[in-house]
C-alpha cells in the first residue's frame, strides 16, 4: 500500500522552463512534507519542505505547494536548468513520529 | 566535517552470510535512520534512532537489526543474507529538536550490495 505516490516516473522540460512534479498522498496524519533530489550513485539531498499548517514554501527557484484537501502537494522549478536533471522523491513525516515514507521518485530531465 | 559516511561502498555476499553496514555522522544529530532504494520502490525505512540506546522498526524491517550505542554510529546488521536483499542502502540522519520542524534529513553516499 504505497502511501506517497508519484505517478510520473519520468518528465522532460526544456531549458528555462518551468518543470512541475507531483505528488500524492493517502494518509491523513503526515503533517510534514519534503522534498529531496537524487543524483546518479550519490545520496538524495534536500530541497524544500513544507508544514501541513502551511500552503506554500518557496526557496529561490523552487517552490513547494501542499493542497490539503486534495491530500496534494507539487514542485515547482523556475527556471529550469540543465543541473536540475536528476530524480525527484517526496517524502511524508507521520505526526509525531519520525518515520519517513518516501514517493517511488520522478525522473526529470533539462533539456538544453 | 564529513557528514554522513559510510562504509563499505560496494559489498557482494552469498546467501546466508552476515554483515554490518557502517554509518557514522559528525553533525551531533540525534537521529539516524537506514533506508534500502529499489527500482520503481523509492527509499523505504527499515530502522530508525532517535537518540543513543533507543531504536524503532520502519516499513520493512525484517531480517535487519540494528543498534545505537553512540550518538555517532548507527550500524545495519545483516543476520544471513537473501538474495532479496540485494538494494543499495542509504543512512541518514538529523536533528530532533523539540518544538522544531526541522526534519531535514542528510544522507549518506549508499552502499551496494549484491547477494547471490
Known amino acids: 500500500d504505497q502511501q506517497v505516490k508519484q505517478n510520473s516516473p519520468s518528465l522532460s522540460v526544456q531549458e528555462g522552463r518551468i518543470s512541475i512534479l507531483n505528488c500524492d498522498y493517502t494518509n491523513s496524519m503526515f503533517d510534514y512534507f519534503l522534498w529531496y533530489k537524487k543524483y546518479p550513485a550519490e545520496g538524495p539531498t534536500f530541497l524544500i519542505s513544507i508544514s501541513s499548517i502551511k500552503d506554500k514554501n518557496e526557496d529561490g527557484r523552487f517552490t513547494v505547494f501542499l493542497n490539503k484537501s486534495a491530500k496534494h502537494l507539487s514542485l515547482h522549478i523556475v527556471p529550469s536548468q540543465p543541473g536540475d536533471s536528476a530524480v525527484y522523491f517526496c517524502a511524508a513525516v507521520i505526526s509525531g513520529t519520525y518515520k519517513y515514507i518516501f514517493g517511488t521518485g520522478t525522473r526529470l530531465k533539462v533539456l538544453a | 566535517n564529513a557528514g554522513v559516511t559510510q562504509t563499505p561502498k560496494f559489498q557482494v555476499l552469498k546467501t546466508g552470510q552476515s554483515m554490518t553496514l557502517q554509518c557514522a555522522q559528525d553533525m551531533n544529530h540525534e537521529y539516524m535512520s537506514w533506508y534500502r532504494q529499489d527500482p520503481g520502490m523509492g527509499l523505504r525505512l527499515i530502522h530508525y534512532s532517535v537518540g543513543a540506546g533507543i531504536t524503532d522498526q520502519g516499513e520493512v524491517p525484517n531480517g535487519y537489526n540494528v543498534s545505537r550505542s553512540t550518538t555517532e554510529d548507527f550500524p545495519l546488521r545483516l543476520l544471513s543474507a537473501a538474495p532479496s536483499q540485494t538494494s543499495v542502502y542509504f543512512c541518514?540522519?538529523?536533528?530532533?529538536?523539540?518544538?522544531?520542524?526541522?526534519?531535514?534529513?542528510?544522507f549518506g553516499p549508499g552502499t551496494r550490495l549484491t547477494v547471490t
Open positions: 541518514a540522519s538529523s536533528h530532533t529538536l523539540p518544538g522544531t520542524y526541522s526534519k531535514e534529513q542528510y
